[in-house]
């Protein structure tokens, strides 16, 4: 193979070809420059525009009294414009026709369990299965499925299904409480207001619908603390970014002990959670909700979404369920499970 010895004629080839398959060693400065920096700017734009646009619906509403009708307008038209930045134009589509479709199939259930007694509709079992978050229910299940496997592209259902996650919490808890008479039947407003909020319509949580309302009536004055559970929330949620995209990769290599890959990969997960969490924590201080056990409390500017040391260190199984995500926690807890529950007593 003369090809082979004209190429390898010299001692200087040979250790360029050994030097070439030697392992390279990642620094610190090749993951600031590979994976930090291009994390960071990727998610930038969606995050600034999410921040500001809460922020400026906060500001609003906390230093003018307007009327309910605009309070859940300017609500609902924040979450519209929040949308309108997604990319695929069928999800935007898809969305608009959730929202006028869901509530005329809110009216519809109201219509159908209006027929029947409603002393007696909880004591016949035909008559409770057609109540009317239970209508809703299987009409989003069936919705789901249809979007998962057939009417979307994979990439299209991927970049909305979270969106559609939280409308679909939201819509189940509205059509309870109108169900228990916790509130009444919602105007068109009202509903577009409390769905399509711009402060967890992009990252969640589910909030239901009293929790929604409370800021009108009870906004909170502004402060430098308001400020600092904002900027919190972010570095938390960029420091949990980091160690999911970048840090695992760098201390976990690939060809480490499978133990290892596993708990690099489990580790990942969790913490991309954590940052999504945080998040959506942030964009909720930025509109100006907290828990409201700490509502008339000035310095403690939280929405508790998750606590990954009590995941991390568990005292229990339990402790991971409820803390993993305490509004779906909450959400689960009310209208499924206290449900289930009825229903087979």
């Known amino acids: 193979m003369p090809v082979a010895r004209e190429f390898f004629e010299t001692e200087e080839s040979l250790d360029y070809v050994y030097e070439s398959n030697e392992f390279y060693e990642e620094t610190v400065f090749d993951v600031w420059n590979n994976c930090i920096a291009p994390s960071s700017i990727s998610i930038f734009y969606t995050v600034y525009k ?115 996650m939280v409308f679909t919490m939201k819509l189940i808890s509205l059509a309870e409480d109108v169900d228990k008479g916790v509130t009444s039947f919602p105007t068109f ?60 990769n760098y201390f976990i290599p690939d060809n480490s002990n499978r133990w290892l890959v596993g708990y690099k990969e489990a580790l990942s997960f969790r913490t991309s959670h954590y940052f999504i969490c945080y998040l959506s924590e942030a964009s909720m201080v930025a509109a100006g909700y907290i828990n409201h056990k700490i509502w008339y409390e000035d310095e403690n500017w939280r929405f508790f979404i998750t606590d990954p040391l009590k995941i991390e260190f ?20 009310r209208c499924i499970d206290f449900k289930i529950k009825k229903n087979t007593l």
């Not at 109201?110 to 229910?137: A, E, G, H, T, V």
């Not at 800021?215 to 308001?226: A, S």
């Not at 229990?316 to 803390?323: I, S």
């Open 50 to 164: 999410v921040i500001v646009v809460n922020l400026f619906f906060s500001v609003i509403v906390s230093t003018v009294r307007i009327p309910q009708t605009g309070f859940h307008l300017l609500s609902g038209l924040s979450g519209l414009f929040l949308i309108s930045g997604l990319e695929s134009t069928s999800g935007k589509v898809l969305i608009l026709i959730f929202l006028t479709q869901s509530y005329f199939l809110l009216h519809l259930g109201c219509m159908i369990q209006s027929k029947y007694d409603p002393i007696q509709k909880y004591n016949i079992n035909k008559i409770r299965y057609l109540s009317n978050s239970n209508i809703i229910k299987y009409s989003l299940i069936t919705a789901l499925v249809l979007c998962e496997y057939f009417l979307l592209e994979a990439e299209t259902w991927l970049e909305i299904r979270g969106i559609i």
């Open 189 to 248: 407003f009202r509903y577009f207001g409390y769905i399509f909020c711009g402060a967890n319509i992009m990252f969640g949580p589910w909030i239901s619908f009293q929790e929604y309302i409370v800021l009108y009536h009870h906004p909170r004055q502004k402060n430098i603390w308001w400020i600092y559970g904002i900027l919190r929330a972010l570095f938390i949620s960029g420091f949990f970014l980091m160690i999911s995209n970048c840090w695992t």
């Open 314 to 333: 568990p005292t229990a199984l339990a402790t991971v369920v409820t803390n993993w995500n305490q509004p779906m926690h909450e959400f689960l807890k």
